[in-house]
């Protein structure tokens, strides 16, 4: 009985450490900005870049010349999909810090960045 119940335990945590894992995207296709109840995709951008550890909860978006890092307030992960949202991402220069959103859809590796004006579309490689 006892070797039966460490084996469920270890296939328990087997299975939840299979979802421990760092993701981490870029928009590199398009970059949406979205203000005052409009969207517009930009001619020209930088690429964002964000990740997460899901195992620390570790959060980073990197905007432009800009870094905000912190942890994931909340973070749901499934078989599905990865979402975290940082609400307190401090910014690397010492200003501020900022909120955001990233979902990613595990089938495809891709997803979306919502922060500040920015809704962008992402893909994704796992660490």
Do not use: H
Not at 13 to 32: D, G, H, K, P, V
Not at 87 to 116: C, F, P, Q, W, Y
Request: hydrophobic fraction near 35%.
């Amino acid at each position: 009985m006892r070797r039966i119940a460490w084996t469920c335990l270890a296939l328990a945590m087997m299975s939840a450490s299979s979802f421990a894992r760092e993701y981490t995207c870029r928009n590199e296709q398009l970059e949406i900005t979205c203000t005052k109840g409009k969207c517009e995709r930009a001619d020209s951008f930088t690429p964002a870049s964000v990740s997460i550890d899901t195992r620390t909860r570790s959060m980073s978006v990197c905007l432009y010349a800009t870094c905000f890092d912190g942890k994931a307030s909340q973070l749901v992960v499934n078989r599905r999909y990865v979402i975290a949202r940082g609400d307190r991402l401090k910014a690397n220069s010492g200003r501020g810090s900022e909120a955001g959103v990233m979902v990613i859809d595990l089938a495809d590796k891709s997803g979306v960045l919502v922060t500040m004006s920015y809704r962008s579309p992402i893909t994704c490689e796992v660490r």
